[in-house]
């Protein structure tokens, strides 16, 4: 039983960052869409290279 829960707790964290991973891509495409139509090209470079600047632009576009 130890084997099969450990196994079980594996897949669950698997699935999990899965799940994140792709939820964070769907935020880093949705915010690179926004800044194209805003035409702020120079804010897409910069979001690639601080993840500060990113988050700020996540609140002020408002992506979750």
């Given at each position: 039983t130890?084997d099969r829960?450990s196994a079980?707790?594996?897949?669950?964290?698997?699935?999990?960052?899965?799940?994140?991973i792709?939820?964070?891509?769907g935020?880093i495409t949705?915010l690179?869409?926004?800044?194209?139509?805003d035409?702020r090209?120079?804010?897409?470079e910069?979001?690639?290279?601080?993840?500060?600047?990113c988050q700020?632009?996540?609140?002020?576009?408002?992506?979750l």
């Open positions: 130890l829960s079980a707790s594996d897949v669950y964290k698997r699935q999990g960052l899965k799940q994140g792709e939820q964070g891509e935020r949705e690179m869409q926004k800044l194209l139509q035409k090209y120079t804010d897409m910069k979001v690639i290279s601080d993840p500060r600047y700020k632009l996540y609140e002020e576009y408002h992506v």
